[in-house]
């Protein structure tokens, strides 16, 4: 599949201008590819309790259960001044449980599957092994 990297990071930026930064001031932009074709995004969203704030690939996963769910199958996250960043470790699970290990990521060192960027991943799998 001939993914369009140039694309979700465009989207992933024109997410980013929706961001709400006003502590940090620092914007994040997310966008990925569906299993289906279609294309979802997310930005940040910040407020006082700093611990709560939603990262923007909270939105995306949002976005992604509201718009009809799915896998995603290829994601971009940029920040700040727009270049590609690493999603944190939260939001790297989000993406394991949404995507899975196959899900791949537009990274500053190249295009890394999840199991490359999450090895040996905690999943729903796991919760299905007995106790």
Do not use: K
């Not at 992604?64 to 944190?88: A, N």
């Amino acid at each position: 599949m001939d993914v369009d990297w140039d694309g979700l990071t465009a989207l992933a930026r024109e997410a980013m201008g929706h961001a709400y930064a006003p502590y940090s001031g620092f914007t994040v932009g997310a966008a990925a590819r569906v299993d289906d074709g279609r294309l979802v995004s997310g930005c940040n969203v910040e407020n006082a309790a700093y611990g709560v704030a939603l990262c923007a690939e909270c939105g995306l996963v949002s976005e992604l259960h509201r718009s009809g769910g799915g896998r995603l199958t290829h994601f971009v996250c940029v920040g700040g001044d727009g270049r590609l960043i690493m999603p944190c470790g939260r939001c790297r699970q989000l993406l394991w449980e949404n995507g899975g290990a196959a899900l791949e990521l537009l990274t500053a060192s190249g295009v890394r599957t999840m199991e490359e960027v999450l090895p040996d991943a905690f999943g729903p799998d796991d919760l299905d092994r007995p106790r």
